[in-house]
């Protein structure tokens, strides 16, 4: 592989205790694979793929994030050694995340991480509502988060993030406005919450326990209220700097905005991506195909492509874009209609020759962010509106 120079690095363990039925992740049962020594094997490969992968990198790394699946499913004698590998390529201060749950996130597990160099939790709760969880086909019991949340607290990080999700299925603002709270009184650093993604498994299964009509009225409660639940933890000092994360401010997940402002990465493990230039790089999608050395896909981008994604992630931020230099791929009519609507707000930036202008959607068009992104955006060859 050619030297990139990329400075964040993502890790992928695909394995959970189960699969919720809401997820579209690349995940396995993991019991199978430990009963056939998979596991062990699959961290071998990931330890030989970092190795080949290495000269893709420039060390020392900005951040590191172990996602899944669930990390913290792995044995300790595989997890630890694995963290300090990666958390060893990090520089002073840099930011090193592993993804959660309430099921595995005790407190051997946690200072464990926390001493091999692991410097940030995210906690995938979703719900603190037992019947909310059950839809979602989440096996978590209110004792196993209990126990989750005084392990984060005892283990002593100071950066950690709760995940919640909006719009499950039977949910109303009294439920969703109950979660927000009590998680606001936990003190994390960062919340995510993201409105639920409908799989073809989990609609179908959503269909047949609560009606035809349950996904749509899901749809049209999460429509209604985000706005409220964007309101209630803005009031509760937690800055939205993206269209789904919530953060106190100086403590937002670094990895995060490394892909929301379109720089190189590195993914190592099954379904794992690379963005490095203007290649990008997806591993084998299975623990199988991944295992055997089923070649990645490989796609070349074009520099009008990397500018697009770049503009669409960074209009999903706070900070936005320069529009200068998104201008290629930005329809000016569309962009003009929207400032002019509220969606989108143009502010200038520096002085005399210097000054340019940025753009951010508003509160209100970070909302309806896809419909907006959809209007002003254009790929190579899409007609221009006049």
């Known amino acids: 592989m050619p030297a990139c120079g990329a400075r964040h690095l993502y890790v992928h363990i695909p394995f959970c205790r189960s699969r919720c039925a809401y997820c579209d992740f690349a995940s396995e049962p993991v019991g199978p694979h430990l009963r056939a020594g998979r596991v062990a094997a699959y961290v071998a490969a990931l330890r030989f793929e970092l190795e080949r992968g290495s000269p893709c990198l420039r060390l020392p790394l900005e951040t590191a994030f172990l996602g899944g699946g669930t990390p913290t499913t792995l044995p300790a004698d595989l997890l630890f050694p694995l963290a300090r590998a990666v958390a060893r390529l990090l520089a002073p201060g840099g930011e090193f995340t592993v993804e959660t749950t309430p099921t595995t996130a005790d407190q051997r597990v946690l200072a464990g991480l926390r001493e091999a160099g692991v410097t940030r939790v995210s906690l995938g709760v979703q719900s603190l509502a037992p019947e909310l969880r059950r839809a979602l086909g989440r096996r978590c019991t209110d004792a196993e988060l209990e126990r989750a949340f005084a392990a984060v607290r005892d283990s002593g990080f100071a950066e950690w993030n709760i995940d919640l999700v909006f719009g499950i299925p039977g949910q109303d603002w009294e439920q969703a406005q109950a979660d927000l709270q009590a998680v606001v009184a936990l003190h994390p650093t960062h919340i995510s919450l993201y409105d639920l993604t409908y799989t073809t498994r989990y609609a179908a299964r959503v269909r047949a326990e609560s009606g035809p009509c349950a996904r749509e009225e899901a749809a049209a409660f999460a429509e209604q209220h985000y706005a409220d639940a964007a309101v209630l933890l803005e009031s509760a000092g937690y800055r939205r700097y993206e269209v789904s994360n919530y953060a106190v401010p100086g403590h937002e997940c670094r990895h995060n905005l490394a892909y929301w402002r379109g720089d190189d990465y590195l993914g190592l493990g099954a379904a794992a991506v690379s963005t490095l230039g203007l290649t990008r790089r997806t591993n084998p999608v299975t623990v199988a195909g991944y295992l055997a050395h089923d070649p990645p896909e490989i796609e070349s981008l074009t520099a009008h492509v990397r500018l697009f994604e770049r503009a669409m992630l960074g209009l999903r931020t706070r900070e936005g874009v320069r529009e200068d230099e998104a201008a290629p791929v930005l329809d000016q009519a569309a962009v003009g209609l929207m400032v002019d609507q509220g969606y989108v707000r143009r502010a200038c930036r520096g002085s005399g020759r210097g000054a ?23 790929l190579p060859g899409e007609h221009q509106s006049m």
């Open 356 to 378: 340019y202008a940025t753009l951010t959607l508003s509160p209100e068009g970070l909302d309806l962010s896809n419909a907006i992104l959809a209007a002003i955006l254009r």
